[in-house]
């Protein structure tokens, strides 16, 4: 009985990452002048191949740009990545 709830539970999850893959989200980026896709620094570490560290590095050099939430996340601009 247990096992099948969680089955289920599983494939929501999966259907919910899927969905979220499909739309990217947008954020207007200064430095680009231009609405550009944005990524987590762990997906820019992932797409990369290399540790959120490094990542970091790159945006405390300048060479990625960072998008400005109000919040505490920090965003990569797709288009300096
Ligand atoms: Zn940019």
């Known amino acids: ?4 709830r969680r089955i289920v539970i ?3 999850a999966h259907r919910l990452t899927i969905v979220r893959a499909r739309r990217p ?3 207007w980026c200064e ?3 231009k609405d550009v896709p944005i990524l987590t620094p762990e997906a820019a570490a992932a797409l990369a ?7 970091y590095r790159r945006v405390e050099s300048g060479e ?3 998008i400005e939430t109000g ?3 920090l965003l990569i601009c ?3 990545f």
Do not use: D, F, Y
């Open 1 to 4: 009985m247990g096992g099948k």
């Open 10 to 12: 599983t494939i929501e």
């Open 25 to 27: 989200v947008e954020m």
């Open 31 to 33: 430095r680009c002048g």
């Open 49 to 55: 191949g290399v540790s959120p560290r490094a990542i």
């Open 64 to 66: 990625l740009h960072i």
């Open 71 to 73: 919040t505490k996340a």
């Open 78 to 80: 797709s288009g300096s």
